[in-house]
């Protein structure tokens, strides 16, 4: 029998050529692009100043199937929202307020900009991985995009230019000033393995998770949006604060570069903002390394420490959490089975993450689950996830 996780992608993959034919006709040259989402095990709102982050990719996918087409015009269909958009080259400016065509728009936008302008395509996207969950459906939807983009005009595939391509259309067409690191782990996860990333040089460092543990996913149910303005105010409070601290030594670049003792030292030109905002990312990048060591030497009692203390400085200090995500966080640590959780991706509602011994998940499902309805009156939805590889045509 094949394995659930092997069979789901099956289906999605043979959804995708359905939906294709059902689109864009009968074709014989038709290939898929299989882009899954990703869950950040800790280093949280440390990538875009210059630190560490420990993401995986998970069993959850965008898949776009795609030919070659006649013209200029990229043409995608959608089934999560029953549309078709034609993007024309040189693509116009994103229709904005988050609309899902502005994902690959934007893409499309950032390889012609590069000076590689993409052929005639039509695209058929669909999707098992939930939207709004804070588990980077919209970068799985670009990097499924840019490696179509690629392996229709037979360029080699880089995943490093692809994550920074990526993400600039993230920047210009979504209007979300993101780090690197969904695009980046989406483009170049390893299976069995999460991505220690140094997120100032790229360096990448793969850690395997133990056999013995489990990655869950709990969604709150509540949704969420970057572009809402949360999260480039943080951005701002961590570069106004790097302008500040700049001023006691000039070799600090971004918040990476400051540690504990400069802090204390700038804390008065520092408004509570900023201090706090520092203080969090101070700590938390050194939490992503700390923890890729104690996963790679079995230290469950060191990860349990480092996962709770991320959450509560998300939750203290950079106040991106929610009453929800408090709530699942508690009711996922109280649970016997529970090596630790905190809110993972970028807050403001969204999802938490568990790492679960393998004997006690079903249980931790069932109970974790009925508990969070039960408390809030929403429906809690828990994903237990496998880690895989990035991008592929399959
Ligand atoms: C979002 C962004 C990432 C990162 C996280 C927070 O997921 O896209 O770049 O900043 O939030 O760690």
């Known amino acids: 029998m094949m394995p659930v996780d092997q069979s789901r992608r099956s289906a999605l993959v043979d959804s995708a050529h359905a939906v294709f034919r059902g689109e864009f006709g ?20 440390t990538d875009y100043n210059g630190g560490f982050v420990l993401p995986m990719a998970i069993d959850r996918y965008v898949a776009i199937a795609f030919a070659r087409s ?88 880089d995943p490093i230019e692809a994550a920074q391509r990526s993400r600039d259309a993230e920047h210009d067409f979504a209007g979300v000033p993101c780090g690197i690191m969904d695009q980046l782990v989406v483009a170049a996860a390893r299976e069995g393995t999460a991505m220690l990333v140094d997120c100032r040089t790229l360096d990448r460092r793969y850690v395997p998770i133990p056999a013995e543990l489990r990655v869950v996913v709990l969604d709150t149910g509540v949704g969420r949006s970057l572009a809402a303005g949360g999260y480039a105010d943080r951005r701002g409070a961590c570069e106004a604060a790097v302008q500040i601290l700049r001023r006691h030594d000039p070799g600090v670049v ?38 890729a060591r104690a996963l790679e030497t079995g ?81 809690a939805a828990l994903h237990v996830c496998r880690p895989v590889d990035g991008v592929a045509i399959v």
């Not at 040259?29 to 800790?42: S, Y």
């Not at 034609?86 to 904005?96: D, H, N, Q, R, T």
């Not at 540690?259 to 990312?281: C, I, K, T």
């Open 254 to 291: 971004a918040l990476r570069d400051v540690d504990g003792a400069l802090l204390d030292r700038a804390r008065h030109d520092l408004d509570d903002e900023e201090f706090m905002r520092s203080q969090h990312v101070v700590a938390e990048s050194p939490r992503a390394v700390d923890c």
């Open 70 to 157: 006649e013209g200029r015009r990229v043409r995608a269909h959608a089934v999560r929202f029953g549309e078709t958009d034609s993007i024309e080259l040189p693509v116009p400016k994103p229709v904005g307020a988050g609309h899902w065509s502005d994902y690959v728009a934007g893409v499309v936008a950032m390889y012609a900009r590069a000076g590689d302008p993409p052929p005639g395509l039509d695209l058929a996207i669909v999707a098992d991985l939930p939207v709004g969950a804070g588990l980077s459906s919209s970068a799985a939807v670009e990097l499924a995009t840019a490696r179509a983009l690629t392996a229709a005009t037979d360029r080699a595939w």
């Open 26 to 45: 009968d074709r014989t040259d038709v290939a898929v692009a299989l882009a899954p989402g990703r869950v950040n095990l800790i280093g949280e709102h």
């Open 299 to 379: 230290d469950v009692e060191r990860c349990r420490r480092l996962l709770v203390d991320s959450h509560w400085s998300l939750r203290d200090l950079y106040q991106v959490s929610c009453p929800e995500l408090d709530l699942m966080v508690s009711l996922a640590c109280a649970h016997e089975g529970c090596i630790g959780a905190r809110l993972t991706g970028a807050g403001f509602g969204g999802s938490a993450v568990a790492l679960v011994r393998l004997d006690a998940v079903d249980d931790f499902v069932a109970r974790i689950g009925s508990a969070y309805d039960g408390m809030t009156g929403r429906r």
